[in-house]
């Protein structure tokens, strides 16, 4: 099998011949499965040294059952001369089936690493020239990415990027958690008093409470402060999605822990969500969504919903070593809890959105070979 869709020859300003190929997992040979692999470790650890990467063969695994709800383009740089996987692109946009499809008809997300050894050579400006000529004739030229390391926040701002949200990434060491402090959590809420009652759902939600579910986790994903300036609301599901979703998890051992709030009437008031991720991992779990709908809060149903959940994790999960989850510095209510809990700050995180139809004119660059396609 030919190992890519299309090829590019590329020569940067700095003088460096490079190979991008368009290319999906399905088509990896061994040797650049090997080369992948070993780049996302080196990324990795280079965001985190004390924690191993994930295995190889998870990698391998979760990239060959993507989401199906999104279409993804993966550009990959080797040097021209040497073979050597120098950085990747990776982009992503809601497909028909997705329930964000119309309001990110024109939107993308990209995401571009390059190997450490070398940065400043003009790989990250060739994979980005690339990825506007794929995305700006589909209409998507206007896409947003995340990064953690400063040297891609320099890189963004050289592009034209506008950071439009200030981050973090936090950390929660089960060894300094009070448990005290999370027993009175899930003791002491007004919404007990009043008759609510949390109800514990491991990777599938029931057939019953799936649209209502979808529809509190869509709204309290949308009020989150991070999504302003045309930000795609990534927490938008759909019965649809949700059940796609729970499917993938189960077929790549994924742990999704659900709680949600119940109100005497009946209603889903609120909801957290944590995921272990795999067997491989084993020290490490993700908490994903926090909300409580309007109408119920300041009556403690946050703190009960994050607190029950870390009794749920010690005891499901006693080798989960820390708990990871990012933040927009501005959602000042969860981080009052999150601080509250003993989350602290582990890297920052930018949220930034690039016009790719109007990137930087400077000299990015040359064709040294022309397009190949196939």
């Keep these: 099998m030919q190992e890519y869709v299309e090829k590019h020859g590329i020569r940067t300003s700095k003088g460096m011949d490079l190979t991008v190929l368009e290319c999906r997992p399905e088509q990896f040979g061994e040797a650049t499965w090997s080369q992948y692999i070993s780049l996302c470790h080196r990324m990795s ?65 990209i995401e571009i690493e390059v190997d450490q050894r070398h940065r400043r050579m003009g790989v990250g400006t060739a994979l980005l020239r690339v990825a506007a000529e794929k995305l700006v004739p589909l209409g ?24 439009i949200s200030e ?48 529809r509190v986790y869509t709204i309290c994903g949308r009020s989150v402060p991070d999504y302003h300036d045309g930000f795609v609301a990534a927490e938008q599901i759909s019965p649809h999605t949700r059940r796609s979703s729970e499917e993938r998890w189960k077929s790549l051992g994924i742990r999704c822990l659900t709680l949600f709030s119940r109100e005497p009437s009946g ?40 607190a029950e959940m870390m009794m749920i994790l010690r005891r499901i999960f006693p080798a989960v070593q820390f708990v990871e989850t990012d933040n927009s510095n501005d959602n000042e209510p969860m981080m009052a809890i999150n601080n509250a809990m003993g989350y602290r700050r582990f890297r920052d995180q930018w949220l930034a959105k690039i016009d790719l139809g109007d990137l930087p004119t400077g000299p990015a660059g040359n064709r040294s070979a022309g397009k190949q396609e196939h």
């Design 267 to 306: 209603t889903i008031s609120g909801l957290t969500e944590c995921y272990y991720y795999s067997k491989d991992t084993p020290y490490a779990a993700g908490q994903d969504l926090t909300g409580v709908l309007v109408p119920y809060r300041n009556r403690g149903t946050g703190k009960w919903l994050k």
């Design 45 to 109: 650890l280079e965001f985190d040294p004390d924690s191993p990467p994930t295995p190889g063969e998870q990698l391998r695994k979760r990239m060959l059952d993507p989401s199906k709800d999104y279409d993804l383009v993966r550009f990959l740089a080797f040097s021209s001369g040497t073979g050597e996987l120098l950085g990747k692109c990776v982009i992503d946009y809601p497909n028909s089936s997705s329930p964000i499809f119309e309001e990110g008809i024109h939107t993308a997300d």
């Design 140 to 163: 998507r030229g206007d896409v947003q990415t995340i990064f953690s390391l400063h040297s891609g926040r320099d890189f963004f701002k050289a592009m034209g990027a506008r950071v």
């Design 167 to 214: 981050r973090s990434v936090n950390r929660l060491y089960m060894k300094d958690v009070d448990w005290g402090l999370m027993k009175r959590w899930t003791e002491d809420s007004k919404a007990l008093e009043e008759g609510v009652r949390l109800e514990f759902h491991d990777s599938c939600i029931p057939d019953t409470d799936l649209e209502e579910f979808c």
